[in-house]
């Protein structure tokens, strides 16, 4: 079956720009996070769904960072006004139930601001 | 919030022998711990997890070991082989469903 895919793969925005960043999980997946991964680190957490309900933005690092997934299925990250420091791999992941689950990572958006 | 601190940050070892990575974490109500392999530009990928009713559970090659008490968990990869080569992340979840990972290691078995 098909896994969780993300687009657009590779993502250059000038400094100032909008971007968004869209992830189609595993149907039926109830959870789904979205982490920012950073060149030679882990990924770290920004915000977690569980369904349409966002239970979780602490990690998100700014108000200029904003999750949505109205329909409890896509979700979008927005990143408003981006930055230099906003470049970055972002990764989504779902899992069948809770966080507890195995999470099925996306291969990610690398994100350039210039 | 949790902290999980994962060591050593590279690792090398001959094909055939035996790895180790050691995380630690430090929010005592975390009870998963998953451990994910990660190839160079490909997406993490779930390689074993165990939870807090179990020290222990094993997996063919590899094995993970908890201790609650210490707080620390445990990769162990034995009998490496060369596609075992790629960075190995731990994570700890906090109660409020944040998953922390830890800084990674870069595994390298030489043929």
């Known amino acids: 079956g098909a896994g969780v895919s993300q687009s657009p793969r590779y993502k250059v925005a000038k400094r100032g720009q909008d971007v968004a960043l869209r992830c189609d999980p595993i149907?039926?997946?109830?959870?789904l996070f979205w982490y920012q991964q950073a060149l030679g680190q882990g990924p770290e957490f920004l915000t977690y769904?569980?369904?349409?309900?966002?239970?979780?933005k602490s990690g998100l690092p700014s108000d200029r960072f904003f999750a949505e997934r109205p329909e409890g299925s896509v979700s979008t990250l927005k990143i408003q006004r981006t930055q230099q420091e906003d470049s970055a791999v972002y990764l989504c992941?779902?899992?069948?139930?809770?966080?507890?689950?195995?999470?099925?990572f996306g291969p990610g958006t690398r994100l350039t601001v210039t | 919030g949790e902290n999980v601190e994962q060591h050593p940050s590279t690792l090398s070892v001959q094909e055939g022998d035996s790895a180790v990575i050691k995380c630690t974490y430090s929010?005592?109500?975390?009870?998963?711990f998953p451990w994910y392999k990660q190839e160079l530009g490909k997406r993490p990928q779930l390689i074993i997890d165990i939870r807090s009713n179990v020290g222990e559970k094993k997996d063919q090659r590899i094995a993970v070991t908890l201790n609650k008490t210490a707080k620390h968990f445990s990769l162990h990869i034995t009998e490496t082989q060369p596609e075992d080569s790629a960075v190995y992340f731990c994570?700890?979840?906090?109660?409020?469903?944040?998953?922390?990972f830890g800084t990674g290691t870069s595994l390298t078995v030489i043929p």
């Open positions: 994570a700890a979840p906090n109660t409020g469903n944040q998953f922390y």
């Open positions: 769904f569980q369904n349409e309900a966002q239970l979780d």
């Open positions: 929010d005592s109500a975390s009870n998963y």
């Open positions: 149907s039926g997946h109830v959870s």
């Open positions: 992941a779902s899992s069948s139930l809770t966080g507890e689950d195995e999470q099925y």
